[in-house]
């Protein structure tokens, strides 16, 4: 929402509670909590006027001033904010299961299911089934290395796409980048892609299933005003709540869709059936009768949609940021073709178990997920020596960087989301010459982001490229 509309929203929200505001006021006696630091709250919207259009930028901002561990009001709920290693390692290791819930959002009650997936469900019972699930059955090991030749071929689809691209043509890189990504995640989760043109038994149309998703990542990270000030939910001020309910059944119909398929072949299958993909996996879990809670049908939907939501918009934002850095700062980008040159050779591509050799890509990573997390925190200054000869990983044992996340809710998924970005990234500097579009000069490069469950480019990157490993590489 424009900053000037959420004035008026703000304002109108003032002048119609005044009332409630005098009844709430009447003299209740108040106990005086030891509280951390933070800006004095306004009544009803507390700190929120203090929240700007990049409220990561803001909440740093505020930060500044009032230091390490911070409190702040947001509409009705009081948040506190750390923003140092050591007080990550308090909140995140020391005092973990204290702060491992998810205030209830209108995303995940609308869209997923009333909370019954993964993302959005509060710490309890429910969750830590639904977390062990993740580890033990659904995030193993063994099961991700069984996806990795989906991996490998929808790169491959991607380079080769790329290879046909005429020299000249601009390109928008995200979409090319999420095609990728929701390939991967439709394979591994659904068990099959909806992007391909012409598919005669497909459910749903590419454009309408693209368009489906865009909406999914947008209304899953909106700041819904009846999520601070919950009395006001009713007024769906924003329409945001009708526009979940819709996407929601869609996306039901969609879902029941894909779970008869994978029922009929179940049933078809019988004692032979292995499970193949993650609905497959959940439906097995669904009808275990020894589940400690039993798993409904809209449960296995909901998960389905977390692993849309959290496995699509991260990888491809982050490859998008670190090509945009990496064009932004040539002498960088030299020394990852230098490196991918020595290293891999200009006659074969790189693989994910090729990755530890290529310890400045790593690097390249790192630094594009410190400066663009997906839950964003620290302060740019694009660097990737800093990790060069330090064993500072992204899985949270360093406090420094935490891209996916700490603790009991930490990513279930950084594993898939880690090789894809890297070997992405690798591969795509290695098989072509990137360029700004003619004309546009590196430092005039907007670098603007914008918030949403994620930080995206306020602009898409447009790019202009040209592949640079012999021809008959692209056809391996
Ligand atoms: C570059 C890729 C990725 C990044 C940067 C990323 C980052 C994150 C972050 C920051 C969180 C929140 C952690 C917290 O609340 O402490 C999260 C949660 C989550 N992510 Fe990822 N993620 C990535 C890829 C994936 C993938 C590939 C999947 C699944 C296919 C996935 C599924 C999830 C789920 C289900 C949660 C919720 C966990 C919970 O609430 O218990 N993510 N991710």
Same mark, same amino acid.
């Given at each position: 929402m424009e900053p000037s509309t959420l004035i008026i929203t703000y304002t109108f929200i003032i002048l119609t509670t005044l009332t409630l505001i005098i009844i709430k006021l009447s003299g209740k006696p108040r106990r005086k909590l030891n509280l951390p630091p933070g800006p004095k709250p306004w009544p009803i919207i507390g700190n929120l006027n203090l929240i700007g259009a990049l409220p990561h930028r803001s909440i740093h901002q505020l930060s500044q001033t009032y230091g390490p561990i911070m409190q702040l009001k947001l509409g009705?709920?009081?948040?506190?904010?750390?923003?140092?290693?050591? *007080?990550? #390692?308090?909140?995140?290791?020391?005092?973990?299961?204290?702060?491992?819930?998810?205030?209830?959002?209108?995303?995940?009650?609308?869209?997923t299911y009333n909370y019954s997936g993964i993302l959005w469900s509060p710490y309890g019972p429910y969750w830590r089934q639904a977390h062990k699930m993740c580890i033990m059955e659904l995030f193993t090991p063994k099961r991700l290395e069984s996806y990795e030749y989906i991996?490998?071929?929808?790169? #491959?689809?991607?380079?080769?796409?790329?290879?046909?691209?005429?020299?000249?043509?601009v390109i928008t890189l995200k979409d090319y980048l999420s095609i990728m990504n929701v390939n991967i995640i439709s394979r591994m989760v659904l068990g099959r892609k909806f992007t391909d043109e012409g598919s005669e038994n497909s459910i749903v149309s590419p454009e309408e299933f693209k368009k489906m998703l865009d909406e999914l990542f947008l209304l899953s990270g909106v700041l819904n005003i009846g999520d601070s000030i919950p009395w006001l939910d009713f007024l769906d001020l924003q329409g945001?709540?009708?526009?979940?309910?819709k996407l929601r059944k869609k996306f039901d119909w969609f879902l029941e869709h894909v779970l008869d398929e994978h029922n009929e072949r179940m049933t078809s299958e019988g004692e032979s059936f292995v499970a193949k993909d993650m609905v497959d996996v959940l439906l097995q879990l669904a009808a275990d009768p020894n589940l400690e809670i039993k798993l409904g049908r809209d449960s296995v939907k909901a998960f389905t949609l977390d692993f849309f939501v959290g496995g699509i918009d991260s990888s491809t934002l982050t490859l998008e940021w670190a090509m945009s850095e990496l064009l932004k700062q040539p002498q960088i980008l030299a020394k990852a073709i230098e490196e991918l040159d020595r290293v891999t050779g200009k006659n074969q591509w790189v693989y994910e178990k090729d990755i530890p050799n290529l310890p400045?890509?790593?690097?390249?990573? #790192?630094?594009? *997920?410190?400066?663009?997390?997906?839950?964003?925190? !620290?302060?740019?200054?694009?660097?990737?020596?800093?990790?060069?000869? #330090?064993?500072?990983?992204?899985?949270?044992?360093? !406090?420094?960087?935490?891209?996916?996340?700490?603790?009991?809710?930490?990513?279930?998924g950084y594993s898939i989301g880690l090789k894809v970005v890297q070997v992405s990234l690798a591969n795509l500097l290695h098989g072509f010459k990137w360029m700004l579009p003619h004309g546009m000069k590196a430092e005039n490069l907007n670098m603007d982001e914008i918030f949403r469950l994620s930080t995206p480019r306020k602009v898409p990157l447009e790019v202009v490229l040209e592949p640079r490993l012999p021809s008959h590489i692209y056809f391996l």
């Amino acid at each position: 929402m424009e900053p000037s509309t959420l004035i008026i929203t703000y304002t109108f929200i003032i002048l119609t509670t005044l009332t409630l505001i005098i009844i709430k006021l009447s003299g209740k006696p108040r106990r005086k909590l030891n509280l951390p630091p933070g800006p004095k709250p306004w009544p009803i919207i507390g700190n929120l006027n203090l929240i700007g259009a990049l409220p990561h930028r803001s909440i740093h901002q505020l930060s500044q001033t009032y230091g390490p561990i911070m409190q702040l009001k947001l509409g009705s709920f009081p948040v506190v904010v750390v923003s140092s290693v050591e *007080m990550a #390692k308090a909140v995140l290791n020391t005092q973990d299961v204290t702060f491992a819930s998810r205030p209830k959002t209108a995303a995940g009650k609308h869209i997923t299911y009333n909370y019954s997936g993964i993302l959005w469900s509060p710490y309890g019972p429910y969750w830590r089934q639904a977390h062990k699930m993740c580890i033990m059955e659904l995030f193993t090991p063994k099961r991700l290395e069984s996806y990795e030749y989906i991996r490998n071929q929808e790169l #491959k689809y991607l380079i080769h796409d790329l290879y046909e691209m005429k020299p000249t043509t601009v390109i928008t890189l995200k979409d090319y980048l999420s095609i990728m990504n929701v390939n991967i995640i439709s394979r591994m989760v659904l068990g099959r892609k909806f992007t391909d043109e012409g598919s005669e038994n497909s459910i749903v149309s590419p454009e309408e299933f693209k368009k489906m998703l865009d909406e999914l990542f947008l209304l899953s990270g909106v700041l819904n005003i009846g999520d601070s000030i919950p009395w006001l939910d009713f007024l769906d001020l924003q329409g945001y709540i009708k526009r979940m309910k819709k996407l929601r059944k869609k996306f039901d119909w969609f879902l029941e869709h894909v779970l008869d398929e994978h029922n009929e072949r179940m049933t078809s299958e019988g004692e032979s059936f292995v499970a193949k993909d993650m609905v497959d996996v959940l439906l097995q879990l669904a009808a275990d009768p020894n589940l400690e809670i039993k798993l409904g049908r809209d449960s296995v939907k909901a998960f389905t949609l977390d692993f849309f939501v959290g496995g699509i918009d991260s990888s491809t934002l982050t490859l998008e940021w670190a090509m945009s850095e990496l064009l932004k700062q040539p002498q960088i980008l030299a020394k990852a073709i230098e490196e991918l040159d020595r290293v891999t050779g200009k006659n074969q591509w790189v693989y994910e178990k090729d990755i530890p050799n290529l310890p400045y890509i790593e690097a390249i990573v #790192k630094e594009t *997920m410190r400066m663009h997390p997906v839950a964003p925190t !620290f302060v740019p200054r694009f660097r990737p020596e800093r990790f060069i000869g #330090k064993a500072i990983d992204v899985i949270s044992n360093h !406090f420094e960087l935490l891209p996916f996340g700490a603790g009991r809710r930490m990513c279930p998924g950084y594993s898939i989301g880690l090789k894809v970005v890297q070997v992405s990234l690798a591969n795509l500097l290695h098989g072509f010459k990137w360029m700004l579009p003619h004309g546009m000069k590196a430092e005039n490069l907007n670098m603007d982001e914008i918030f949403r469950l994620s930080t995206p480019r306020k602009v898409p990157l447009e790019v202009v490229l040209e592949p640079r490993l012999p021809s008959h590489i692209y056809f391996l």
